[in-house]
């Protein structure tokens, strides 16, 4: 079952919605690039979400005066994040025209604040890219109506990533899962389903 995400007029699956912000990006990416631009903006929306519940949690428990402690979110396996670095801020400013400085600013600042996303954010990304403002807003806007906190699945980064895989793997030349997937990409992902007992084992390379 897909994770759903609400629009005024009805739900439609997170397949659905990765298909429309993919919709936004042709002409100006590479089809092959679709999945990485779109990983890192979900990666800002999903860990804001879940700073974002951790504050209220901690304001809910009478402790109001430690909801800028970062200790109180990485306690509990959350990111801490800056306010610049949070989605609401990315989704204020998405119309202005250095958006772009905007999102790798944010990314710059929470592979800062947590040491353990070292090497896993994109460096410059977006303003190297230089998609236009109106596309990279609207990309914004798809992204926004993702809901990652009711993903029961708890597999949401994978699904993703795997939907764009079977869509545009054959655009980069190669074969339905013919793939190698970047170091930066491993390490966001291995983060994200936040591993922290056991061994995580990649299949592709064994």
Do not use: C
């Not at 795997?162 to 190698?180: D, M, V």
């Amino acid at each position: 079952m897909g994770v759903a995400v609400k629009t005024k007029a009805k739900e439609v699956s997170m397949e659905e919605a990765l298909w429309k912000s993919a919709d936004k990006l042709r002409g100006s990416v590479e089809p092959s690039e679709y999945k990485h631009v779109v990983l890192s903006l979900f990666f800002l929306k999903f860990a804001s979400d879940k700073f974002e519940a951790q504050r209220a949690r901690i304001i809910e428990d009478g402790m109001e005066k430690f909801v800028d402690n970062v200790a109180f979110y990485t306690k509990d396996n959350v990111f801490y994040l800056p306010q610049e670095s949070r989605w609401a801020y990315i989704m204020e400013n998405a119309k202005q025209d250095d958006i772009a400085l905007k999102i790798d600013t944010a990314l710059f600042t929470i592979e800062k604040m947590n040491p353990v996303l070292k090497g896993a954010l994109p460096d410059n990304y977006y303003s190297r890219l230089q998609i236009d403002t109106v596309k990279l807003a609207s990309l914004l806007d798809e992204i926004n109506k993702i809901d990652t906190i009711k993903d029961k699945e708890n597999d949401i980064i994978g699904r993703m990533y795997e939907y764009f895989l079977s869509k545009f793997a054959i655009a980069e030349g190669k074969g339905k899962g013919e793939f190698y997937t970047p170091k930066t990409i491993v390490n966001l992902i291995a983060e994200l389903i936040e591993p922290y007992d056991g061994t995580l084992y990649d299949e592709a390379v064994a």
